[in-house]
């Protein structure tokens, strides 16, 4: 029986189709562009087949390296969770637990979560990233996350997805904009409105343009971005308006860098779901991470859950 490639082989064979240069991949892993063409060399030789092909820029995947990659990366992914298999049969879950999240919702549920693992289960770590709509779609379809809060993102579903929360949508500006009041603005209003909103496929995005059509009206969008901190700040620098729930502008608004107003006629309400990798069971160390996401509210989470009592104090003073 032919030699099977190890896993370093494997790791290497990834860096440099992700790279898509053998000195891009070199540098990144620590070795030299010589050392790792040897390597590489030794792979296409134990398999028997070109992985790779040279063009002008670096190098492509063949179509024998097209198809390793999937499986190279399945193997990579199932090894680095050995640990958590492991930690299974512990009495309190452990391991590293593979997040993906919606900007809109990292940070209040993380508040949340942070609290819970420091308190429950020290032994988990929380590996976090934000991602759009879709890309956190196909993160989940790949396994390669374990768990994702994201909101509805059109006529696809994922199995098994749990909703975890309903969040009116609130168009926000500058906190001394004039336009926006003490009470809801009409959805109609938002027509000749200078918009910053993150690009398609975004489910914010896909409610405001349906809800558009419906209206017999076109958005101004004149900035996309895919980043709620960004495009926070780009509001407050009186750059246009945005629109987004509650929980992901609660500090701006209390702190006087923003000012919001709930969207009705119609009224525009985002839900979130919590999903699971497709592809397998997950850890206990994932279940546990699900079950405390499933539990949050904004309410029981507690508003400023991630302010040092210093800083409630003095956001007080300043609000009364």
Same mark, same amino acid.
Request: charged share 20%; with cysteine.
């Given at each position: ?6 896993? !370093? ?13 053998? !000195? ?9 562009? !010589? ?28 179509? +024998? ?55 429950? %289960?020290?032994? #988990? ?70 918009? #910053? ?50 929980? %992901? ?33 997950? !850890?206990? %160390? ?14 029981? +989470? ?19």
């Amino acid at each position: 029986m032919a030699h099977l490639p190890d896993l !370093s082989e494997l790791q290497l064979f990834v860096s440099v189709a992700q790279a898509g240069s053998l !000195s891009q991949a070199a540098w990144l892993t620590g070795k030299t562009p !010589s050392a790792l063409s040897k390597r590489i060399t030794a792979l296409e030789l134990r398999l028997g087949h070109r992985l790779f092909a040279r063009n002008g820029r670096g190098v492509v995947l063949t179509q +024998a390296g097209q198809a390793l990659m999937g499986p190279a990366r399945g193997l990579l992914e199932e090894a680095s969770r050995l640990q958590s298999r492991v930690d299974d049969g512990a009495s309190a879950p452990a391991g590293t637990v593979l997040l993906g999240f919606q900007a809109s919702m990292s940070w209040p549920l993380m508040q949340w979560l942070w609290r819970r693992v420091g308190a429950e %289960a020290p032994a #988990i770590r929380l590996r976090v990233h934000e991602a759009s709509t879709r890309q956190l779609v196909e993160e989940l379809l790949h396994g390669r996350v374990d768990l994702a809060v994201l909101s509805e993102w059109g006529p696809e579903r994922l199995d098994g997805a749990a909703l975890v929360h309903e969040a009116p949508l609130h168009l926000v500006g500058p906190a001394a904009d004039a336009r926006l009041g003490d009470g809801p603005v009409p959805f109609r209003h938002l027509a000749g409105l200078p918009l #910053i909103l993150s690009w398609m496929p975004n489910g914010t995005r896909a409610w405001l343009e349906m809800a558009a059509r419906d209206a017999g009206m076109a958005l101004d969008v004149v900035i996309e971005a895919h980043s709620m901190h960004l495009i926070r700040k780009m509001v407050q620098a009186g750059w246009g308006y945005t629109v987004a729930h509650w929980q %992901a502008i609660e500090d701006d608004v209390l702190a006087g860098l923003l000012r919001s107003c709930p969207i009705v006629e119609p009224d525009l309400v985002q839900k979130f779901y919590l999903a699971q990798a497709s592809n397998r069971a997950p !850890s206990a %160390a994932a279940a546990r991470v699900a079950q405390w996401i499933t539990q949050w509210s904004p309410q029981e +989470a507690g508003a400023h859950a991630g302010r040092p009592p210093a800083a409630v104090a003095a956001l007080a003073q300043r609000s009364s």
